[in-house]
């Protein structure tokens, strides 16, 4: 489990506080998407996952490590990987294997446990036909799948994903949120930040940020049923959502609290049917 | 796409030899560059050609190499053309000064200098960057008693690897952006195009700095920290090594044997 107690964060000393008492608990296996506007703070509280950024005030703990304590740092890399939003920054290899082997490589593993694990990473995010490819040579979707590979070679318990589909293509993004629910399936704690309403519908559970704080917690259904709260902070909802809302303001009887496509079919059938 | 001198991977010989062995024979080959007479090094660089050729690399990809330091090239045949000290017998063909010994020296040392280009391309784009730096690293290796951090040194040399073509693609895009704009390098005088330049570079710089701020923060993240490490590739000296180590021997034993005879 992953806990946050009261964790404030600024960048600056003089500056305004990115995170500003955030009290959070993430389980073992739970998928959760964080949404809010821009410079709310998503950012600043993934990187606190990994212990890439330390609470000034508070405290962060990753399966029971503080990530206050330098020598459990290590430990937590392993346990969570971090998929950045731009995966050219992100990877350091040349080559794709290359890139993957990384992280067991910082583990100091022996050089065949770094080549059993780059080749089950591979495998895993589905690349494995693009190991001797240049990364120069490949598309964004592709370079997205590799980073994932590349955090995949640590085996970490939860995987933090920074908006992982942002400047992708349809097919490249649905391949990316394939491979990130194959990864839920198989037991990866998924935390991922989107500003895609349709993909945080999806998930078990939609954390809201607002300037710092958490502003809504809980199901999809519960979060996008608070309507005007999210206009607040100008979130708007899943079209679905919207669609059936506007329905409903039209006279007909349909639920608005409905979040996926396949739901949102049901009643309008049910509707059809009726008349 | 840059791909120029980047490692593409392949299956002949060449791609199977040992880095170490590689790395080696790609240092010989340019001390006997710069050393010996033109006829042996115009037979070097044939056989440099010949063996980029029937390895994958094409005429363009070495053109490509060749081309960004065509400037220092004109350089070299010029200073070796307009400075030419031994012109015994020279034909002086302008009131320049320029004698046919000259632009002879000229053209050898500008044959030396894409001989050298050809064997680096050989070497960078038959070896996978990863064994590259493996094999640096296997040299540098007694240095570690002199405290040099050579396991650091490993990893800058991977990351340069990495980010050299990122940052002239880097560098393209801006171009393309000033020239989108209706500026860039192509079609003003000198002094706005030194301002478009200067803001070119200042583009490069920027993007550069804030790249390697994020790339140092991924690093992190996937448990970097300075020291040491091991690494996926073992190197092996194999039986095709050993040949190809006698093969080139004996064909350096034959080269310095006719720069002898020749000088």
């Excluded at chain 1, 394939?178 to 991922?192: A, C, P, S």
């Excluded at chain 2, 092996?236 to 021997?249: G, N």
Aim: charged residues 20%.
């Amino acid at each position: 489990m992953i806990s946050f107690k009261n964790v404030h964060y600024r960048y600056e000393p003089e500056g305004i506080e990115a995170l500003r008492g955030v009290s959070l608990e993430i389980k073992d296996h739970e998928h959760v998407v964080l949404i809010g506007p821009n410079g709310c703070g998503k950012t600043t509280l993934i990187q606190h996952l990994n212990a890439l950024l330390l609470p000034a005030v508070g405290s962060v703990t990753v399966d029971g490590l503080d990530t206050q304590q330098a020598h459990n740092h290590a430990k937590i890399r392993t346990l969570v990987g971090m998929v950045f939003q731009n995966p050219d920054n992100q990877i350091i290899g040349t080559t794709v294997e290359e890139d993957v082997a990384f992280g067991p490589e910082n583990l100091r593993l022996p050089p065949a446990e770094i080549r059993k694990r780059v080749a089950e990473a591979l495998d895993r995010a589905e690349i494995g036909d693009l190991s001797l490819r240049n990364i120069e040579n490949l598309s964004g979707g592709e370079k997205r799948l590799v980073a994932i590979a590349g955090v995949l070679a640590m085996r970490p318990r939860y995987i933090a994903f920074d908006e992982p589909t942002a400047f992708l293509d349809p097919a490249a993004a649905d391949r990316v949120l394939e491979i990130i629910d194959k990864l839920r399936q198989e037991g990866i704690g998924i935390i991922h930040i989107t500003h895609n309403m349709a993909q945080a519908a999806l998930a078990e559970r939609v954390v809201v940020m607002n300037r710092g704080i958490i502003f809504l917690d809980g199901t999809p259904r519960e979060i996008f049923g608070k309507a005007d709260e999210l206009q607040q902070i100008d979130i708007l909802l899943p079209q679905v959502t919207q669609i059936l809302i506007k329905l409903r303001k039209s006279g007909l009887p349909v639920c608005t609290d409905i979040v996926n496509v396949d739901e949102a079919v049901g009643q309008i059938q049910g509707l059809i049917k009726k008349a | 796409m840059y791909d120029t001198g980047t490692f593409i991977a392949g299956q002949t010989l060449i791609y199977k030899l040992d880095p170490r062995v590689k790395l080696a024979f790609t240092v010989t080959l340019s001390i006997f560059i710069l050393w010996a007479s033109p006829l042996p090094i115009f037979s070097l660089g044939v056989i440099l050609l010949l063996t980029a050729l029937t390895n994958g690399i094409t005429l363009r990809t070495v053109g490509q190499s060749v081309r960004p330091l065509l400037l220092f090239i004109i350089l070299i045949f010029l200073a070796h053309a307009l400075f030419a000290s031994e012109v015994e017998g020279a034909l002086f063909v302008s009131y320049l000064g320029i004698s046919l010994g000259g632009i002879q020296g000229g053209f050898i040392a500008v044959w030396r200098f894409l001989c050298l280009i050809v064997a680096a391309v050989l070497l960078t784009m038959t070896t996978a960057p990863s064994r590259l730096v493996a094999a640096i690293k296997y040299f540098l290796h007694p240095l570690k008693f002199l405290r040099v951090p050579v396991e650091d040194i490993a990893v800058m040399i991977t990351l340069a690897l990495r980010m050299m073509p990122a940052l002239l693609l880097q560098k393209k895009k801006i171009e393309r952006a000033q020239i989108a704009r209706g500026g860039g390098l192509r079609r003003f005088g000198l002094w706005v195009r030194a301002k478009y330049f200067l803001s070119l570079v200042l583009g490069v710089l920027l993007g550069t700095f804030r790249r390697a701020d994020e790339l140092a923060l991924a690093m992190e993240a996937r448990a970097y920290a300075r020291g040491e490490r091991t690494s996926a590739v073992e190197l092996k000296i194999r039986q095709v090594d050993y040949l190809a180590i006698l093969l080139f021997c004996l064909m350096i034993i034959i080269f310095i044997a006719l720069n002898l005879f020749l000088s």
